[in-house]
């Protein structure tokens, strides 16, 4: 893991932005209206006579053109496969541009609300897609992209805290000893699971990246375009467990996401398999992701929109409450997985 450069982002002006679009002959009318997001800079684009456009422009230094490539054909095969994903479109026959020392890509733009998760119709009709998006990404592995792995998740920002001194001195013992058992504890989630198959997987699946279309009827088939849900933004595409991009959905106490998955597995059981080993690493994922995030931030401290963004980050509280999570994920990877109902 490597720091991210100082603000990346300090000469993409509106200016910029806009003349990034006029070089790949998009037409902006002048709107121009930034949308939430950390890791990446994206706008919604207005088009003259036409429907606004999103524009994400890529943070430097973080993926190859290679990687980001290999996520625009995967989604391109999805699309191909009547799978509703929202692909970067060929301007001037590429879908990565590149102006002012940027690359970026152009998007249709999707509406939509986030998924009522608490809808059993709901869960079932995710499960369905999530397990047509599995379907085709076992069919080939990538080969630029990284895995979901113990050392991506777990060591290496490990690693990263320690070295560049993030943990206060005077929790750093204890700190460095829960993240060590949790590790521990993710080693034997995957031992129990044994040799659980990987493929390529829309890889950070949370609500915020489902958005989800109502159409005349709420009970639609799932051929119905303008029903369901769509899959946005596979920027953290990548190698994993299918139950990667499962176990985000699933909240509550163990036997409420058991009652979750149930619905979920019905619908994804109609286009894939499911091994049920895999639920041994559900809690394993988890607690790879809390420790993966807080080194996602540390190495973007530096980008002064992290700071702004993140105030509590850093702060002895923070450290404390991590060492707090992490205990509780010590006890729950101990715990029996869930069960398919």
Known sequence: MTTITNAPFADLTPDCVLDALYSVDVQCDGRLLALNSYENRVYQIG????????AKF???GRWSDAVILEEHAFVAELVAQEIPVVPALA???KTLNQ????????FPRQGGRPPELDDPATLEWMGRFIARIHALGAVKPFTARPTVDIATFGELPRDYLLEHRFIPDDILAAWHSVVDQALDGVRHCYERAGDARVLRLHGDCHMGNVLWIEGENKNAPDGDKNSGPHFVDFDDARMGPAVQDLWMLLSGNHAEMNLQLSYVLEGYRDFFDFDPRELHLVEALRTLRLIHYSAWIAQRWNDPAFPAAF???????YWQDRILELREQIALMDEPPLEIL
Request: glycine share 14%.
């Open 47 to 54: 088009v003259e006579d036409s429907t606004p456009l999103i």
């Open 58 to 60: 890529y943070r430097p």
């Open 91 to 93: 301007l001037g026959g």
């Open 99 to 106: 102006f002012g020392g940027y690359r970026f890509a152009v």
């Open 311 to 317: 105030p509590w980050f850093n702060t002895q509280r």
